[in-house]
């Protein structure tokens, strides 16, 4: 006689390996009608960046590698706050998809939600393993402080081991989301279409008159309308003479900051990961 019969195998789970799931259910929870501006792309992009913005190229330290924030002091820094909102939310899709890696999860979390919201196609393979413990997270102070300028812009990014160009790049993301009082002190969105990947960032920086806005709060800076706002490190790339080559041509050539920024945040997202193969150069 036979045994009992098998039980059916109820499963959600996708296959391991199978990436095009996990983009799909990415895709999916994107969309919030009570969420900001209706989508949580800015503040999950935001959460590979910062994944990502930990590394050192000197001493090989930080990166996406690990997914370190899941464990605190990172997920307690200051400029992380906020961040648990996007974590929380990939859980669904890590409950889903339990084979990869948060680290993994975390970066293509940054790459569906760029693509979804009508930016560049960003390269992105797999290979991040997450830290057991937390023991490998970097002392705090790493990520850019937006109340500095353009020479604190260069330390933290060329110690990344970005150029000049690629600052100009990454930071054309403000082009996305906004400001939270509650997480950073600042307030408000830097364009008009938050949840549009464009360069309507670098467009309404140049083409702005931006003053310092008269409240309380840190100093930011807003166009006459008082709508929109920039940070000051957002400005450093208007007054620095290097950077504001790059400014204008992403202001004028929206083709050209797709191209960019998608060499540039790929990079971001593989800094300090150690793949089997290395990309060709
Ligand atoms: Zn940001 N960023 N960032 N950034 N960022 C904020 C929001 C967002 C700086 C910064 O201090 C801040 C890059 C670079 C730099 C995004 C992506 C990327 C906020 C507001 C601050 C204060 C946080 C809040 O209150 O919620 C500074 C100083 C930077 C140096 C250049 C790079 C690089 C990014 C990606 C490539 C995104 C998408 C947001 C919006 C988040 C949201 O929740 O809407």
Redesign the pocket.
Known sequence: LAGPPALPVVTKTSKPGDYPAVRASIADLLDNDNY?DGSYG??L??LA?HAS?TYDKKTGTGGSNGATMRFGPECEWAANA?LAVARGLLEKVKAEHPWISYADLWTLAGVVAIEQMGGPVIPWRPGRVDDADGSRIVPDGRL???TQGAKH?RDVFHRMGFDDRD?VA??G??T?????AD??G?VGPWTNA?TTFSNLYFQELVNNKWKPKKWDGPLQYEDKTGTLMM?S?DLALLSDRTFRKWVHLYAKDEEAFFKDFSVA?GK?LELGVPFPQQPAA
């Open positions: 900001d800015p503040v992009v935001r960046w913005g906020g850019p402080d937006a812009l600052i990454l930071s993301a403000h996305l989301g906004r400001c939270h997480r950073s600042f938050p940070l490190s945040f971001l």
